[in-house]
């Protein structure tokens, strides 16, 4: 069993900067991916960025591309997820997931635990 707790998220005007953290314990962190979505009011839950247990492999979805970089620290079992160059389109409640194997997946349905949400606001 995993637990994740998600942290970081606040209002923030638009072209802002904010990082989101994901504590995660009760197991070896390295053993898992881990991995941002993020769900707005109306919407499902869409894929945001995943890194690998070892944290050298990234994938991120198009729209965050180059704005949002995801990193972990398997010493301090926490993840990130730096967002720069925010847009309004970015607000929505950010999750963290963690699923028992190397590589992450874009699919929600792919991973094992997850956390209660930080909410990220973006005015315009």
């Known amino acids: 069993q995993v637990q994740v707790v998600e942290s970081g998220g606040r209002l923030v005007q638009a072209g802002g900067s904010l990082r989101l953290s994901c504590v995660a314990s009760?197991?070896?962190?390295?053993?898992?991916?881990m991995g941002w979505f993020r769900q707005a009011p109306g919407k499902e839950r869409e894929f945001v960025a995943t890194v690998s247990g070892s944290g050298g492999t990234t994938s991120y979805a198009d729209s965050v591309r180059g704005r949002f970089a995801i990193s972990r620290s398997n010493a301090k079992n926490t993840i990130y997820l730096q967002m720069n160059s925010l847009k309004p389109e970015d607000t929505a409640a950010y999750y963290c997931?963690?699923?028992?194997?190397?590589?992450?997946?874009?699919?929600?349905?792919?991973?094992?635990?997850w956390g209660q949400g930080t909410q990220v606001t973006v005015s315009s």
């Open positions: 009760g197991r070896t962190l390295s053993n898992y991916a």
């Open positions: 997931a963690a699923a028992q194997r190397m590589y992450g997946s874009s699919s929600s349905a792919a991973w094992d635990y």
